[in-house]
């Protein structure tokens, strides 16, 4: 089946520090790319649309320039927490359509820690 | 319009007894409805999901009932084990797209 990997799983880093977290697609080809927000006990927030060969849609309210998204190939996408401060702690979570299916396959979550 | 309304927001059954979580939305446009189990640390994983044009889709224990006219649908876990104690969430997505509007999460206990 469709697998979607996420790398780091935790990660833990100083305040003021970038972060990058990679979501890879292993046995199929995602032109698009979704990348969620949760925090404990709450429902997935989508934070924006990654699109290979172009730049990412951002939902409103989402800062473009603290979480920085690349979609530098059809298995990859990356998010770059820039600056991270201690309210960007959560749980991200990356998924992807497997070609042809109307069907979202989800990363296992990145857990990030910001002190 | 976007909204996903989900109930309740935690649920206790016993072992062997029904789970019923309900959803309600308002855009009309919605034409897939998924549902979803998370495990704590975890990803969500796909449960089942549902088109408007069919009232009701069963795969195993899980059952969608869906009602177009009320715009809600809910899921029913039949014999509830406790290995499916987890979060469940509601989505729903338009015009054959991925992006997912999720509902708020019910978190299920089923006991002993």
């Known amino acids: 089946g469709a697998v979607v990997s996420q790398h780091p799983s935790w990660v833990i880093c100083k305040s003021g520090t970038s972060v990058k977290i990679e979501c890879r697609s292993l046995?199929?080809?995602?032109?698009?790319m979704f990348w969620y927000r949760q925090f404990p006990k709450k429902s997935l927030m989508l934070m924006a649309t990654?699109?290979?060969?172009?730049?990412?849609?951002?939902e409103q309210g989402v800062e473009k320039d603290k979480f920085l998204i690349n979609h530098a190939s059809l298995t990859l996408s990356t998010l770059t927490v820039t600056s991270a401060h201690p309210e960007d702690s959560s749980f991200y979570i990356c998924?992807?359509?497997?070609?042809?299916?109307?069907?979202?396959?989800f990363g296992a979550g990145s857990r990030l820690t910001v002190l | 319009q976007q909204q996903v309304k989900q109930s309740p927001q935690s649920l206790i059954v016993q072992k062997g007894g029904i789970s019923i979580i309900n959803c309600a939305y308002e855009?009309?446009?919605?034409?897939?409805f998924p549902w979803y189990q998370q495990f704590p640390g975890k990803g969500p994983a796909l449960l089942i999901a549902?088109?408007?044009d069919v009232s009701e889709k069963k795969e195993g224990r899980f059952t969608i009932s869906f009602n177009k006219s009320a715009k809600q649908f809910s899921l029913h876990i039949m014999d509830s084990q406790p290995g499916d104690s987890a979060t469940y969430f509601c989505?729903?997505?338009w015009g054959g797209g991925n992006k997912l509007t999720f509902g708020t999460g019910t978190q299920l206990k089923v006991e002993l």
């Open positions: 989505a729903a997505s």
């Open positions: 855009n009309t446009a919605f034409d897939y």
């Open positions: 998924s992807a359509p497997p070609s042809g299916a109307n069907v979202l396959t």
């Open positions: 549902i088109r408007p």
């Open positions: 046995d199929f080809q995602a032109t698009t």
């Open positions: 990654s699109n290979e060969g172009s730049k990412a849609t951002y």
